[in-house]
């Protein structure tokens, strides 16, 4: 007898019900867990000069950066979002370390924010006993100190709003004392640095500093030590008040920048402050060409001894520097490398004031680091613009916010 075949296998009823069954499943798992996630990070966009449509050059304004490893990097500035700037800065100076080139840089971020500076009365610094500011409206606060000053607690709290962010910037001692004996020598006539002889000007200035140094401090004698607020009456001795200086400083800056190490410092206060990379563009200033000068190993031990002060900061905050740069992870030095191309350019724009047609502006496009922007050469002007003319501009234009106000504060 032949039995009735039970069919070709499952029944169809059952068999639309568990694709059914499957299809819904495939559905909500792929609504809970994307199928396609990618973590690549687009590559830095090229940038170039908006031109004038008559005006054919041979000079190439593209940039591009090959960056290793790009794609496993996920850069900090892209996830700051959009955290407001700090406004708020305590910029203190110091002689040739790059502070002049630092404060025009403050100086453009603060005209371009509409901001209020703090300026002296009288002159173009607050030193000596010159310690009063231009007035501003009742009920105003000031913004950005960028003017030269020794550091005071008291002072800089008496003309800055509390939360404002207190930033230095340091230079190797040696190389920051060469600089400033020829600047202060030749540019201002110093009279206690026209005595020592040319003929090995500083091995002469290094070896007699009883001669020539008498002071406790001097532009080329612990002169960031005097910036920073410590005591004439601290001598090499004195570790334990030393130590308590430097220990209030750490306390008080938030980044103190190097200057043999500026675009790497200019990138470090970008993402410390939440600014953009068109706020910290730059070009140098007030640089002073000297001959070169190598110390001897006794020389330089001499040196060393006499600016103690000068040592004891930079060995100080030259080490928080390399450790916040350590800890800002692999896309730093990337960044950095993109901001040196986009500095070239602009530097290559800035230069073509005499050209005919003029060029219109620089425009920097996007990448992972900055929203695009232009370089107009309104910009250029500020950069190249002289620190007393600059000042004397800010003054004017303070006076103008502030008319007829004449409340002083210090």
Request: hydrophobic content about 35%; proline content about 5%; glycine content about 4%.
């Amino acid at each position: 007898m032949i039995k009735k075949p039970m069919g070709d296998g499952i029944p169809k009823w059952l068999m639309i019900s568990t694709l059914f069954v499957v299809v819904c499943a495939l559905a909500v798992i792929e609504t809970l867990l994307p199928l396609h996630t990618s973590t690549s990070i687009p590559p830095p966009r090229q940038y170039s000069v908006n031109k004038s449509s008559s005006h054919n050059s041979n000079r190439k304004y593209i940039g591009s950066i090959v960056q290793k490893d790009l794609l496993q990097i996920t850069p900090k500035s892209s996830t700051k979002g959009k955290r407001r700037k700090v406004t708020h800065i305590g910029f203190l100076k110091v002689y040739k370390a790059g502070s002049s080139t630092l404060a025009n840089i403050f100086f453009r971020f603060g005209i371009n924010h509409n901001l209020t500076f703090v300026l002296p009365t009288k002159g173009y610094q607050f030193m000596g006993t010159n310690y009063s500011a231009m007035p501003v409206k009742p009920g105003q606060h000031r913004d950005i100190l960028a003017c030269h000053s020794v550091y005071s607690r008291i002072f800089f709290g008496s003309v800055l709003p509390e939360d404002s962010v207190k930033i230095g910037i340091i230079r190797e001692p040696s190389e920051r004392m060469v600089s400033a004996a020829y600047y202060y020598r030749d540019v201002w006539k110093r009279k206690y640095l026209l005595k020592v002889p040319k003929l090995n000007f500083i091995h002469n200035l290094v070896e007699r500093p009883d001669l020539y140094e008498t002071k406790p401090f001097s532009e080329t004698k612990n002169a960031m030590g005097h910036v920073f607020g410590f005591s004439p009456s601290i001598t090499v001795n004195d570790t334990e008040a030393i130590e308590k200086h430097l220990d209030l400083l750490k306390k008080d800056f938030k980044q103190v920048l190097v200057m043999e190490r500026f675009e790497e410092s200019l990138i470090l206060m970008k993402r410390t402050l939440n600014w953009d990379l068109a706020d910290v563009i730059y070009l140098k200033r007030n640089s002073h060409a000297h001959q070169p000068v190598i110390f001897g190993p006794d020389e330089l031990k001499k040196f060393k001894n006499t600016c103690f002060l000068d040592y004891a900061v930079y060995e100080t905050f030259y080490e928080i520097f390399d450790k916040k740069i350590d800890a800002e992870g692999p896309d730093f030095i990337n960044e950095v490398e993109h901001f040196n191309s986009v500095l070239q350019s602009v530097r290559d724009f800035c230069k073509l004031g005499s050209m005919n047609p003029p060029q219109i502006s620089l425009r920097i496009s996007q990448s992972v680091w900055n929203e695009p922007f232009e370089v107009t050469k309104q910009d250029c002007h500020y950069m190249k613009m002289g620190a007393f003319k600059l000042m004397d501009f800010l003054k004017e234009r303070h006076r103008e916010m502030n008319m007829n106000h004449d409340i002083v504060s210090r």
